[in-house]
């Protein structure tokens, strides 16, 4: 009887280690261009390898297709270890967030681009080889309005984890 | 007292129709590529241009825009179909029924990786001119309700039945 439990204990041992591999498959990428700063573009990304998360940050483009074809990326300008625990708040955060409420708070009625180059928010969670993306437009703009709270947590949440001040990035 | 019913039907009336008209400026874009000869990449956009009138654009092998991946509307199309507002509206509300957390959580089964000619990738958005939210997937038709798909494809089939193509062209 012993020797079931322990083997039971085993079992649900191994498949929780199971669990925790399979929910590290994520990757995020935050890219901000058309800011009104020097460097006007960061991009960060965030994914776990090794038991270990990583953050990198590129202040300068580089091509999509990089991306696209998941070709080999330049080196970032910066990169260094966080701890998981901070990986899985980012995605606790971005689990709670609701696309509906997202997108009942689109603007669908007609309304003047009020920039002639507004900041805009890209925020990509890929597993595997499947990703979404939101894309955002000044997103510090209407805020309440458009439901993007849960979103600019996300974001400023990325960006305190790439030691960077988010008011440089939301102008508050 | 007749009079008074009256107006408050029309009054009904048209607090309806105005609650249904908030997709003016909403746009959904479906995607698929496959490695088949035929047909290979081909784009669906769905959108509203003048008052009441809808739009199914088809356009084949559209050019893939890496410099400016924020040009949201894909409107370049080879075959335009005029859609009800009706059908238009379907497609749109049940687009709202798209859950991140299940899609996600539908992500990280990777036995949807077929390594053969049948691999369909399909990109899905919903957009307007401040935000777009793009959806990624694999081979949706594999796997459907286990990856919670349930819904994406049943988007997928309504579009693509509104094109008047065959959806058992692009997923067997």
């Given at each position: 009887?012993?020797?079931l439990?322990i083997?039971?204990?085993?079992l649900?041992?191994?498949?929780?280690c199971?669990a925790?591999q399979?929910?590290h498959y994520?990757?995020?990428?935050?890219?901000i261009?058309?800011l009104?700063?020097?460097p006007n573009?960061?991009r960060?990304?965030?994914?776990?390898e090794?038991d270990?998360?990583?953050?990198?940050?590129?202040?300068?483009p580089?091509?999509?297709?990089?991306?696209y074809?998941s070709?080999?990326?330049?080196?970032?300008?910066?990169?260094?270890?966080?701890?998981i625990?901070?990986?899985?708040k980012?995605?606790?955060?971005?689990?709670?967030?609701?696309?509906e409420?997202l997108?009942?708070?689109m603007n669908l009625?007609?309304?003047?681009?009020?920039?002639?180059?507004p900041?805009?928010?890209r925020l990509?969670i890929k597993?595997i080889?499947?990703y979404?993306?939101?894309?955002?437009?000044?997103?510090?703009?209407?805020?309440?309005?458009?439901?993007l709270?849960?979103?600019?947590?996300i974001?400023?949440e990325?960006?305190c984890?790439?030691?960077?001040n988010?008011?440089?990035?939301?102008?508050? | 007292?007749?009079?008074?019913?009256?107006?408050?039907?029309?009054?009904?009336v048209?607090?309806?129709?105005?609650?249904?008209?908030?997709y003016?400026l909403?746009?959904?874009?479906l995607?698929?590529q496959?490695?088949k000869?035929?047909?290979n990449h081909?784009?669906f956009?769905?959108y509203?241009?003048?008052?009441?009138t809808?739009?199914?654009?088809?356009?084949r092998?559209?050019?893939l825009?890496?410099?400016?991946?924020?040009?949201?509307?894909?409107?370049?199309?080879?075959?335009i179909i005029?859609?009800?507002?009706?059908?238009?509206n379907?497609?749109?509300?049940?687009?709202?029924?798209?859950?991140n957390?299940?899609?996600?959580?539908?992500?990280?089964?990777?036995?949807?990786?077929?390594i053969?000619?049948?691999?369909v990738a399909?990109?899905?958005?919903?957009?307007?001119?401040?935000?777009k939210?793009?959806y990624n997937?694999?081979?949706?038709?594999y796997?459907?309700?286990?990856?919670?798909?349930?819904?994406?494809?049943?988007?997928?089939?309504?579009i693509l039945?509104?094109?008047?193509?065959?959806y058992k062209?692009?997923f067997?």
């Amino acid at each position: 009887m012993k020797v079931l439990k322990i083997l039971f204990l085993l079992l649900f041992l191994n498949s929780s280690c199971f669990a925790q591999q399979w929910s590290h498959y994520q990757a995020f990428f935050l890219i901000i261009s058309g800011l009104k700063q020097n460097p006007n573009y960061t991009r960060i990304d965030l994914f776990v390898e090794n038991d270990s998360a990583i953050v990198e940050i590129w202040t300068e483009p580089f091509p999509e297709y990089i991306d696209y074809m998941s070709f080999e990326r330049p080196k970032a300008d910066t990169s260094y270890f966080v701890s998981i625990e901070k990986f899985d708040k980012v995605y606790e955060l971005f689990m709670a967030l609701s696309i509906e409420q997202l997108i009942n708070g689109m603007n669908l009625q007609k309304q003047d681009l009020t920039w002639d180059e507004p900041t805009k928010f890209r925020l990509k969670i890929k597993v595997i080889s499947e990703y979404i993306i939101l894309d955002v437009v000044e997103p510090s703009f209407n805020t309440q309005e458009r439901n993007l709270e849960p979103f600019l947590d996300i974001c400023k949440e990325i960006i305190c984890l790439a030691k960077l001040n988010s008011k440089n990035f939301f102008g508050k | 007292m007749k009079l008074l019913k009256i107006l408050l039907l029309l009054l009904f009336v048209f607090v309806c129709s105005s609650c249904f008209a908030q997709y003016e400026l909403l746009q959904i874009n479906l995607e698929i590529q496959t490695l088949k000869e035929e047909n290979n990449h081909i784009r669906f956009s769905l959108y509203q241009e003048h008052p009441d009138t809808f739009f199914l654009g088809i356009k084949r092998n559209p050019a893939l825009n890496f410099k400016d991946y924020t040009t949201w509307l894909k409107r370049d199309a080879d075959t335009i179909i005029i859609i009800s507002k009706d059908n238009f509206n379907k497609i749109a509300e049940l687009s709202l029924r798209l859950s991140n957390l299940s899609i996600i959580s539908g992500m990280c089964k990777t036995d949807y990786i077929l390594i053969n000619n049948d691999n369909v990738a399909v990109n899905f958005e919903i957009s307007e001119p401040y935000s777009k939210i793009s959806y990624n997937i694999w081979n949706p038709n594999y796997n459907t309700k286990e990856r919670n798909l349930d819904t994406f494809v049943d988007i997928c089939k309504k579009i693509l039945l509104l094109a008047e193509s065959d959806y058992k062209i692009f997923f067997r």
